[in-house]
Every structure is written in C-alpha cells, then in structure tokens.
C-alpha cells in the first residue's frame, strides 16, 4: 500500500529557505506516470496548491509561489522534495505531499495524502 | 482568496441529506473536471469525488458528485455524525494556470 510521508524542520526563519522532503513507501516514485504534489494549508484557512513534479523532473507550479518555489525528485531514495525560499509568517502552514488516483493524468486532483508537517515560519 | 466560492457551512439532522455548493468560471469549473474532499478536524483530506462524479475505491455511494455549466455540486446522502467536516471542491484553473480549492465548508450534523 502507498504511504508517503512529510519530513523536515517545523521551524523556519523568516526570510530563510523552507526546505520539505517527501518519502514514498510502498511503490516507486519512478514507476508511476503521475505527477507527485505539494498543498499548503494555513491555520484555520483552506487549501492551497503548490505545485507539482513528475518523476522525469517536469514541474508545475503555482504562479503566485513560482518565483521562490522548487520542487525536485530524488529517485534513489524514492523522495522528493520542496523548496520554498524568502518566507515569511504567510508561508505558515502544514505542508502536504499527495499523489494523484491511479486513472487520473492530472495535476490538481490528489488521492494519496501524506499526514502533513507543520511549519512555522518565526524568529 | 479562492477562486471557487462555497457556502461556509451546511447543517441537517442524522438520516438527512446535505448538498454543498462550488461556484467559479469558465477558466475552472466550466472548463475541467471538478474533485471533491472531505478533512476531518486534525487530519489531511481525503478524496471523496473526482472527474465530477467518481468516487475512488472505498467512497460509499452516499457521496455524490455532479457539473452544470461553471457550478458543481457533492451531495451526502444519509448523514452520519462521522461525515461533520470540512468539504473542500477542487478544478484546475486554465487562465491561473493553477490547481485551485474551494473556500470550504463545514458540515454540521444537528
């Protein structure tokens, strides 16, 4: 069964690099055709797509995050990972990683949820 | 601020049914499918509905997805006190170039 899993600091200087690695066990990040995403969820507030990576290295990001965001796959160690640089108190959030339903080709729909990891963004 | 408007929140007595709402736009809604999650309070959400009216493997039918035009609707048949979360719609949108949420709503079982 497919399980993945939020790794990473859950406290994070403002204007510091927030760094999240995502780990999947249970098949292989490189095996599946789908494209493997980040959601953000602030405190008390709704969901918010970051963005997405396949395993062959092809990204998708959210336009509003695309200038500080990165998001990169390591396939030896069946992770990938995300990057978000200059934050602040609005990138406070727990960080989810996701992967899409077996028939779906899409970006934007996730089925496989990680539990999420909270970051703090505070001096 | 959300693309995708729902109502904050919708109530019914156990038994009853509940449907929630999910406004955008011909850059959304309009133009690709539409997914649907349920998050109960302290966990990560869970995919009840995607390509408007499938549900994946273990979604029991109570749980219904329907389009018209640039508005989708997720109907709970048979409410139970375990379906009291947060429902959230889901699109891509094509002039954002991005995966968009709904603004969410909370569903109370009276």
């Known amino acids: 069964q497919l399980q993945l899993q939020e790794s990473g600091p859950g406290l994070v200087s403002p204007w510091e690099t927030l760094s999240l690695t995502c780990t999947v066990s249970?098949?292989?990040?490189?095996?599946?055709?789908?494209?493997w995403g980040w959601i953000r969820q602030p405190p008390g507030e709704g969901l918010e797509w970051i963005g997405s990576l396949h395993y062959s290295g092809s990204t998708y990001y959210s336009p509003s995050l695309k200038s500080r965001v990165t998001i990169s796959v390591d396939t030896s160690n069946n992770q990938f990972s995300l990057k978000l640089n200059s934050v602040t108190a609005a990138d406070t959030a727990m960080y989810y990683c996701?992967?899409?339903?077996?028939?779906?080709?899409?970006?934007?729909?996730?089925?496989?949820w990680g539990q999420g990891t909270m970051v703090t963004v505070s001096s | 601020q959300s693309v995708l408007t729902q109502p904050p929140s919708v109530s019914a007595a156990p038994g009853q049914k509940v449907t929630i709402s999910c406004s955008g736009s011909?850059?959304?809604?309009?133009?690709?499918?539409v997914s649907w999650y349920q998050q109960l309070p302290g966990t990560a959400p869970k995919l009840l509905i995607y390509?408007?009216?499938k549900r994946p493997s273990g979604i029991p039918d109570r749980f219904s997805g329907s389009k018209s035009g640039t508005s989708a609707t997720l109907g709970i048949t048979g409410l139970q006190t375990g379906d009291e979360a947060d429902y959230y719609c889901?699109?891509?949108?094509?002039?954002?170039?991005?995966?968009?949420f709904g603004t969410g709503t909370k569903v109370t079982v009276l």
């Open positions: 390509e408007n009216n």
């Open positions: 249970g098949g292989s990040i490189s095996s599946s055709s789908h494209y």
């Open positions: 996701a992967r899409p339903p077996v028939d779906y080709g899409g970006l934007e729909v996730f089925d496989i």
């Open positions: 011909s850059s959304n809604i309009g133009n690709n499918y």
């Open positions: 889901g699109t891509w949108d094509r002039s954002l170039t991005t995966g968009v």
